[in-house]
Structures are given as structure tokens and as C-alpha cells.
């Protein structure tokens, strides 16, 4: 696995820190282990999965539905990124 380099020089996780570990995770089909590593997965690859299925197939809410997903994805980084820090510093 390629290490963090936020966390190498600032000893401080980044929001991005655990998804290696959960696309391995999720790979081997620890499906649940996956979720509980990086929260973030199920959204971001909901959302790729959506984003490539817009370029062969035309929705008719397409510009709302990649605004909904993103934000949802955002979201759930930046939440499970606080709880994270939260719960490290107490």
C-alpha cells in the first residue's frame, strides 16, 4: 500500500486516509470491514459507477442526480473524516 504522505509529514490523517485498505477489503469481499475502514466506498463507487453509465446511457435528471451523488459522497468523506479525528483526539 502507498502510505499517506499528509500523515508521513504531518502525522495527521487525511480525509482520503483508509480507502486503499477498503478497496483491498472490499475486493476480497469484506464487505462490511470495507464500510467500517473507509465509510466513504459505497458512495464513491456508487458515484464512478453512475458518472461512466451517463456516458452510454441519458437520464433524464442526469446534471441533478451527479450533483446529488457527489454531494452525498463529499458528505460522507468529511463526516466520517470528523468522527474519525473526534474520536482519535479523545
Given amino acids: 500500500m502507498m ?4 500523515k508521513k509529514l504531518f502525522g495527521v490523517e487525511c480525509p482520503g486516509c483508509g480507502l486503499q485498505r477498503s478497496l483491498d477489503l472490499l475486493l476480497q469481499g469484506e464487505f462490511l ?3 467500517k475502514m473507509y465509510p466513504a466506498i459505497y458512495p464513491i463507487i456508487f458515484l ?6 451517463t456516458l ?3 437520464f433524464k435528471h442526469s446534471v441533478f ?3 446529488f451523488f ?11 473524516y470528523l468522527i474519525k479525528m473526534y474520536n482519535l483526539y479523545n
Fill in 56 to 58: 452510454f446511457i441519458k
Fill in 65 to 67: 442526480l451527479k450533483w
Fill in 70 to 80: 457527489a454531494t452525498l459522497t463529499a458528505g460522507t468523506i468529511i463526516v466520517s
Fill in 48 to 53: 464512478i459507477l453512475f458518472l461512466g453509465s
Fill in 33 to 35: 470491514a470495507a464500510f
Fill in 3 to 6: 502510505p499517506c504522505l499528509n
